[in-house]
């Protein structure tokens, strides 16, 4: 679902995405899998690749567990779109807030042969419900190239985002079907 005004802000630690960013979307999916299972595979940021194939490449900058300060490069291919050719745009993004099982908020560059995000900031959180776990994710995304059509960009972030939870809620819902229930 696109952003309104009359939605709960999403949050991580009280930090949430650039509010005074022309381009946002939000959007939230149940998932039908533990917290646990979403929680791993999403701070799992190594293994984007096995299981969202628009993630190409991944590369922790750093050791250990994910936390704040934490950074990571990756991968995705951008499409041409009016005012960009098509290009693999590579994103640094650092780990602002993470509270375990609960948020993560991440933020940082984008850069590609063409195009260039100077910061997008994007915040997760799990809820668990009755059902499952609600993921709920908001991004947002500033710089003069992406700024000369919010539109176009907003569109194009917002076909991203939904892919990435409904990638997400498939490899979750595949992980919990192969475990043994009691």
């Known amino acids: 679902m696109a952003s309104t005004t009359n939605q709960p802000v999403i949050a991580c630690d009280g930090q949430g995405v650039d509010p005074t960013a022309r381009i946002r979307y939000r959007a939230e999916m149940l998932i039908d899998a533990s917290l646990h299972t979403v929680w791993h595979l999403q701070t799992d940021v190594e293994n984007w690749p096995s299981w969202q194939a628009p993630v190409t490449t991944v590369a922790r ?4 567990d994910l936390r704040a300060g934490s950074a990571f490069r990756w ?4 499409p041409e779109t009016p005012m960009t050719p098509a290009t693999m745009l590579t994103i640094t993004s650092t780990v602002t807030q993470l509270t375990p099982y609960r948020c993560i908020r991440w933020a940082g560059p984008g850069t590609g042969d063409g195009l260039h995000i100077d910061n997008g900031v994007h915040v997760w959180t799990f809820t668990e419900v009755p059902g499952g776990v609600l ?3 908001e991004e947002t995304w500033t710089g003069a190239q992406v700024e000369a059509d919010v539109a176009t960009s907003t569109t194009y972030l917002g076909y991203g985002l939904q892919a990435w939870l409904a990638d997400l809620r498939t490899a979750a ?3 919990e079907a192969g475990r043994t229930r009691p």
């Not at 991968?75 to 951008?78: G, L, Q």
Request: aromatic share 0%.
């Open 61 to 64: 900058l750093d050791d250990g």
């Open 75 to 78: 991968t995705t291919p951008v």
């Open 135 to 137: 993921v709920r994710t």
């Open 173 to 175: 819902e595949k992980a």
